[in-house]
């Protein structure tokens, strides 16, 4: 299929057996690849460079593929779903299990791969590793677990059965900052499903995508089942969304770019999971374990560099413990060491590129000029003298409804702190956005908790928790957030079709 459109190489560009190596020096220049029908394929069209945000180094480059390279791809997918569509669940079972188990064996070597082109420390990113392995394990066993009805039928002698089939050809579009369990997330449960998959990855951090193929090539799985496509965003995207064998987009990632691939999928009647944006408040009452919930926003927004969907955005603390719960924050807050992702002793990463550390100065400047303090942080700074990193910093005096970092998702490590008196008003405040992803809230009043988590218009909330995030719970949003769930039983039904069959039996 390959011959006209791409030209493969011999060789997987990955060497498991040096792992250390990759610590220190990671160097994919020679191979810019991706992998299409169970084939390493090399640059046709020109290549991408790919940096390490904490040292600006050029650490390799992928394919600048366009349309022609994605629809080979979509077409390997389209003849793979042919005979994986038929194989048992507990086959396919067998195979991500042992995609699992490699990943989790190779997760140092995953880890650093991980950390290099996304700039989070390394803790975080071989922990992103462990997870991602979770994800596929999870959806090993799910896989065996769907079931259809068999309906009382509404004559006698004719049943009514359901069965769900997979639902084809997915197109699976990632984002930059959780560069392994965006993936997995969505392809575990598309190929437990019996479905195939076209990935196409960040070009800021698409060599974690390109090791997760080479290990599922490792782990047995059939070429077609799981590709690999780099390039040409715009291109790539209009491939997927166009093609009428594509059945699903499954996207993770802006709402800028969700709705356009929303309106792109209409011509084609496809299923759509879109994980989007988020403007996350983290609300803490005069009742709460202060302590705890200080400990717990740490988590909450520093976790790589502030960069994730559910990092919290928007700070209210009920106006009788502000100033107790501010200072416990700050003296938290200022152990924070900000550093390059190999430092043990760093806390915070690098952001994704100069755009993200430009996006955190405006933010900040913007707050000032509008009568915001800045308790601490607030400016870009470089790690020996390179990199985009930002220090952690926290806004009081804050406006809600005029600031920027308010308004906006910030997806940095900035945040605003904002005083509020009543429940009523902190709900008001917290639910006025049109983002509906993640929420949390701190207060130790059983009742508080049942309301509050029913008024607050998010898809998720954490009540005295938030590390909310895991394999086994419906991820997802309402509103612009998104549509549908990734994770838990609820994520793999997107990935089937549900038929009726009226069987006579007479
Ligand atoms: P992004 O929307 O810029 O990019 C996401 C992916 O879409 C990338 O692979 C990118 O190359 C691709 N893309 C960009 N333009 C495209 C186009 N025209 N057609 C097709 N594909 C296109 O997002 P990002 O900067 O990589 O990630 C950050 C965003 O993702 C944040 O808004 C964050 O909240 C969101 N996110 C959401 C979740 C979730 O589960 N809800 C998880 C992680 C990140």
């Known amino acids: 299929m390959s011959a006209k459109v791409l030209q493969t190489i011999k060789n997987a560009p990955f060497d498991w057996k040096a792992p250390a190596k990759y610590a220190k020096q990671l160097n994919f220049t020679k191979q810019p690849v991706n992998f299409i029908n169970g084939e390493w394929v090399t640059a046709t069209t020109g290549t991408i460079p790919v940096e390490d945000p904490c040292t600006n180094d050029i650490i390799g480059h992928i394919p600048n593929f366009q349309k022609a390279e994605a629809d080979a791809a979509i077409a390997a997918a389209a003849t793979a779903f042919e005979s994986w569509k038929e194989t048992m669940p507990s086959h396919r079972a067998k195979i991500l299990r042992k995609w699992a188990t490699l990943m989790n064996e190779n997760a140092p070597t995953l880890g650093s791969i991980l950390s290099r082109e996304g700039g989070k420390v390394l803790a975080e990113g071989t922990g992103e590793v462990l997870n991602s392995a979770v994800f596929v394990d999870f959806y090993a066993s799910e896989g065996e677990r769907v079931y259809g009805d068999i309906i009382p039928g509404p004559r006698p002698g004719v049943q009514t059965t359901v069965i769900k089939q997979p639902i084809g050809v997915v197109g699976l579009i990632t984002p930059w900052n959780f560069p392994s369990s965006m993936i997995t997330r969505a392809a575990a449960g598309a190929i437990a499903a019996g479905c195939t998959v076209v990935l196409k990855p960040s070009e800021l951090t698409p060599f974690s995508a390109l090791a997760l193929a080479q290990i599922s090539e490792e782990a047995g799985l059939p070429p077609g089942v799981f590709n690999v496509v780099t390039g040409d965003s715009a291109a790539i995207g209009s491939a997927l969304t166009s093609s009428f064998d594509v059945r699903k987009i499954s996207f993770t990632g802006s709402t800028r770019v969700g709705k356009l691939l929303y309106e792109q999928s209409a011509g084609t009647m496809k299923k759509l999971g879109l994980e989007l944006g988020g403007n996350a408040p983290f609300i803490v009452f005069d009742d709460a374990e202060l302590e705890r919930a200080a400990e717990d926003l740490l988590l909450a927004k520093w976790r790589n560099a502030g960069q994730t969907c559910i990092c919290t955005n928007r700070c209210f603390v009920q106006a009788n413990v502000f100033d107790q ?106 639910n006025s956005t049109r983002a509906g992803l993640a929420s949390y809230f701190y207060t130790q009043d059983y009742r508080k908790q049942h309301r509050v988590s029913r008024a607050l218009k998010f898809g998720m909330v954490g009540c005295n928790e938030s590390a909310i995030s895991h394999p086994v719970a419906p991820f997802g949003g309402v509103k612009e957030s998104g549509l549908g769930r990734d994770g838990s039983k609820y994520g793999i039904e997107p990935f089937l079709d549900i038929k009726y069959v009226c069987l006579s039996t007479k």
């Open 325 to 430: 719960f501010l200072a416990i924050l700050l003296k938290k807050v200022k152990t924070l060491k900000v550093g390059n992702a190999f430092d043990p002793s760093a806390k915070i990463g690098a952001m994704c590129n100069k755009a993200a550390v430009d996006r955190m100065v405006s933010v900040v400047a913007d707050a000032r000029k509008k009568g915001g303090r800045i308790e601490c942080g607030g400016r870009a700074v470089k790690v020996n003298g390179k990199g985009h990193f930002f220090e952690p910093t926290v806004i009081t005096n804050v406006n809600h409804s005029t600031m920027d970092c308010c308004q906006k998702e910030l997806f940095g490590p900035v945040l605003p702190v904002v005083k509020f008196d009543t429940e009523e008003e902190v709900v008001q405040l917290a």
